[in-house]
Every structure is written in C-alpha cells, then in structure tokens.
C-alpha cells in the first residue's frame, strides 16, 4: 500500500488494513472522523478528485470476477483480484476485489457509495463489500 493510502487508512481507523475488515456497514461517524483526519494531517484536498480504491472479498473468485466486470462498466479500473494470507494457519483462503476511480466525494456521497458496494456484495453469493482507501489522482 502507497504512503498516501497507508494515511488514509490510518485516519479512517483502519490500521493495517486497507479497508475496514469484515464489517456490514461503515457508520457515517467514520467517514466524518477519515475526512477531518485528512484535512488536518495531509495537504491533500479531500474536496476534490481523489483516487479511491474500493475492496470486496470472498472465499471464491468467481463471484468477486462477476462483480468486477459490472464495476468495470461503471468505469472503475480493475487493480486486481487476489488470494490472500490466510488470517490464521487453519483459515479458509479469501479472495480480495480491488477496483479504483477517480471521483470527487463528500461524506454523503462517500457514505451512500459504500451503502450501494454492501448492497452489491450481498447480491453475490459469499461476498462482503470490506471498504475503501483513498490517496491522491495522479
């Protein structure tokens, strides 16, 4: 994960990941406390475009290459679709979706954006939409 990103995510509480892990709905507290971390700690302007990445995981793959060819007619750019490490040496394997956009948010567009991806996720079998990131556009 990219400096910019990485801050972000600590902002937002999300340490160590880069999206809030396993949870059904991020609260619009969050998004206000990520927003106002931002504006005070960084330079960025979180007003204006920035690059926001979107995660979705599941134990399969199948689903998450479903909801990645939608997202990619919506005009997100596919980062990629990986396994990753389990989080316990018994743990079943999870795959992560991660698209990105360049898009303009405030915290009701970014909360109602992230009520849309739960919405998504659970239109999939076995899918969990696991948040966001964001860093400046290029």
């Given at each position: 994960?990219?400096?910019?990103?990485?801050?972000?995510?600590?902002?937002?509480?999300?340490?160590g990941?880069p999206?809030?892990?396993?949870?059904?709905?991020?609260?619009?507290?969050?998004?206000?406390?990520?927003?106002?971390?931002?504006?005070?700690?960084t330079t960025?302007?979180?007003?204006?475009?920035?690059?926001?990445?979107?995660?979705?995981?599941?134990?399969?793959?199948?689903?998450?290459?479903?909801?990645?060819?939608?997202?990619?007619?919506?005009?997100?750019?596919?980062v990629?679709?990986?396994?990753?490490?389990?989080?316990?040496?018994q743990?079943?394997?999870?795959?992560?979706?991660?698209?990105?956009r360049?898009?303009?948010?405030?915290v009701?567009?970014?909360?109602t954006?992230?009520?849309?991806?739960e919405?998504?996720?659970?239109?999939?079998?076995?899918?969990?939409?696991d948040?966001?990131?964001?860093?400046?556009?290029?």
């Amino acid at each position: 994960m990219g400096k910019s990103i990485f801050l972000a995510a600590i902002f937002a509480g999300f340490v160590g990941s880069p999206a809030i892990s396993q949870q059904q709905h991020i609260p619009r507290a969050q998004l206000e406390e990520m927003f106002a971390g931002i504006q005070t700690q960084t330079t960025w302007n979180i007003n204006g475009e920035m690059l926001w990445g979107y995660f979705f995981t599941s134990r399969g793959k199948s689903e998450l290459e479903k909801i990645a060819t939608a997202l990619k007619r919506d005009g997100y750019r596919l980062v990629g679709i990986r396994e990753r490490e389990p989080k316990a040496p018994q743990a079943a394997a999870e795959w992560q979706l991660h698209v990105e956009r360049v898009e303009r948010h405030t915290v009701n567009t970014l909360y109602t954006r992230n009520s849309a991806f739960e919405s998504l996720a659970k239109d999939h079998k076995d899918v969990t939409y696991d948040g966001m990131d964001v860093g400046p556009a290029k």
